[in-house]
T-cell receptor
Framework: SQTIHQWPATLVQPVGSPLSLECTVE??????LYWYRQAAGRGLQLLFY??????ISSEVPQNLSASRPQDRQFILSSKKLLLSDSGFYLC???????????FGPGTRLTVL | DAKTTQPPSMDCAEGRAANLPCNHS???????VYWYRQIHSQGPQYIIH???NNETNEMASLIITEDRKSSTLILPHATLRDTAVYYC????????????FGDGTTLTVKP
């Protein structure tokens, strides 16, 4: 069966510091990968998606970037965090006939 | 992707059926209706999806109207653990079909 991992689970970072969040998927090959962000009490905002290694599409202009160095690895990064980058970051994968999305456990980022 | 409209909150008595409505009047012919739920501080959990026929699995049933402009998620016997935010999404099953998540419906199951 397929599983998706995210780490760390929680992170507290000062403003201006760099960021690296990692997401890995097991049990499937060539998945579509997604990064979402969720503000408190709100729905999910799609940040990036990837259909293959090195292929990244950005949905909103922002202080963040994404990379996909391996088939089942998706990384969310920032060179300098802003207060507004705080939130709950979710990675998801999809694939197969239905292309249903499945979400990871999330990373709660607090920028102080 | 088409937008959806859901009530912000609903209550349900434990053991009773929970019926969560969703309007998606601008849905396209190739778009599916998906339902997810999110328990506090966890990632969304996939529940069920359908195109035009009603669907049932071990978690829930999905009823889609004939014109496909609305749907209802049914939890047949709600438990306290079903308390969560429920999201209705419509999206096409194309490669990297992106999902637009609104604010969902907060379902509170009460003893």
């Amino acid at each position: 069966s397929q599983t998706i991992h995210q780490w760390p689970a929680t992170l507290v970072q000062p403003v201006g510091s760099p960021l690296s969040l990692e997401c890995t998927v097991e049990g499937t090959s060539n998945p579509n990968l997604y990064w979402y962000r969720q503000a408190a009490g709100r729905g999910l905002q799609l940040l990036f998606y990837s259909v293959g290694i090195g292929q990244i599409s950005s949905e909103v202009p922002q202080n963040l970037s994404a990379s996909r160095p391996q088939d089942r690895q998706f990384i969310l990064s920032s060179k300098k965090l802003l207060l507004s980058d705080s939130g709950f970051y979710l990675c998801a994968w999809s694939g197969g006939l239905t292309d249903t999305q499945y979400f990871g456990p999330g990373t709660r980022l607090t920028v102080l | 992707d088409a937008k959806t409209t859901q009530p912000p909150s609903m209550d349900c008595a434990e053991g009773r059926a929970a019926n969560l409505p969703c309007n998606h009047s601008t849905i396209s012919g190739n778009e599916y209706v998906y339902w997810y739920r999110q328990i506090h501080s966890q990632g969304p959990q996939y529940i069920i999806h359908g195109l035009k026929n009603n669907e049932t699995n071990e978690m829930a049933s999905l009823i889609i109207t004939e014109d496909r402009k609305s749907s209802t998620l049914i939890l047949p016997h709600a438990t306290l653990r079903d308390t969560a935010v429920y999201y209705c999404i419509v999206r096409a099953n194309t490669n990297a079909g992106k999902s637009t998540f609104g604010d969902g419906t907060t379902l509170t199951v009460k003893p």
